[in-house]
T-cell receptor, first 109, second 116 residues
Framework: KNEVEQSPQNLTAQEGEFITINCSYSVGISALHWLQQHPGGGIVSLFMLSSGKKKHGRLIATINIQEKHSSLHITASHPRDSAVYICAVRSGSARQLTFGSGTQLTVLP | NAGVTQTPKFQVLKTGQSMTLQCAQDMNHEYMSWYRQDPGMGLRLIHYSVGAGITDQGEVPNGYNVSRSTTEDFPLRLLSAAPSQTSVYFC???????????????FGPGTRLTVL
């Protein structure tokens, strides 16, 4: 079973700060997902990565396959970025995802 | 498109009662799955389906049944509710099969279930 570890578990930042959330996994994967869970509970997909780097607005996701590690960066953070960020991995040809326990981000004005 | 819809949003049951959580998607996705989310833990897979008529167990299937009679619907049945099933339940779907392994998952809004 692929273990997925996220750090930190909780993160508080001031508006405008650069934020990094980390995700490590234990075995080879075919894809890694970053998800955002809003305070109201809804979950949306932010990124899906199998290599390299992706950028969408102020969000950047990177993955290092050799080191089994991914990072999610938020530039110029804003209070509306406050949410739980979840890393999930897909192994091989399986469709199922294994999830990390999430990082609670709070951005203060 | 409505995406993935779930009903009800909230439910309170007594121990031993049964109920069905509904999930539907209008994106013609083949793959659908049910997860439960508990405090301090990642989402855990209960059951999943790769197409109509095909279902399989995930990590925590005990106490739950599923069926997939159509592509659109994937209901989750609690046979005899227990307090350990108090959780938030999410349904998700994604498209593509076979060689197309990297697919975005779309989540429903969740059902918050309390078993007394």
């Amino acid at each position: 079973k692929n273990e997925v570890e996220q750090s930190p578990q909780n993160l508080t930042a001031q508006e405008g700060e650069f934020i990094t959330i980390n995700c490590s996994y234990s075995v080879g994967i075919s894809a890694l997902h970053w998800l955002q869970q809003h305070p109201g509970g809804g979950i949306v997909s932010l990124f899906m990565l199998s290599s390299g780097k992706k950028k969408h607005g102020r969000l950047i996701a990177t993955i290092n396959i050799q080191e089994k590690h991914s990072s999610l960066h938020i530039t110029a953070s804003h209070p509306r970025d406050s949410a739980v960020y979840i890393c999930a991995v897909r192994s091989g040809s399986a469709r199922q995802l294994t999830f990390g326990s999430g990082t609670q981000l709070t951005v203060l004005p | 498109n409505a995406g993935v819809t779930q009903t009800p949003k909230f439910q309170v049951l007594k121990t031993g009662q049964s109920m069905t959580l509904q999930c539907a998607q209008d994106m013609n996705h083949e793959y659908m799955s049910w997860y439960r989310q508990d405090p301090g833990m990642g989402l855990r897979l209960i059951h999943y389906s790769v197409g109509a008529g095909i279902t399989d167990q995930g990590e925590v299937p005990n106490g739950y049944n599923v069926s997939r009679s159509t592509t659109e619907d994937f209901p989750l049945r609690l046979l005899s509710a227990a307090p350990s099933q108090t959780s938030v339940y999410f349904c998700a779907s994604s498209g593509g099969l076979g060689l197309e392994m990297v697919n975005e998952q779309f989540f429903g809004p969740g059902t918050r279930l309390t078993v007394l």
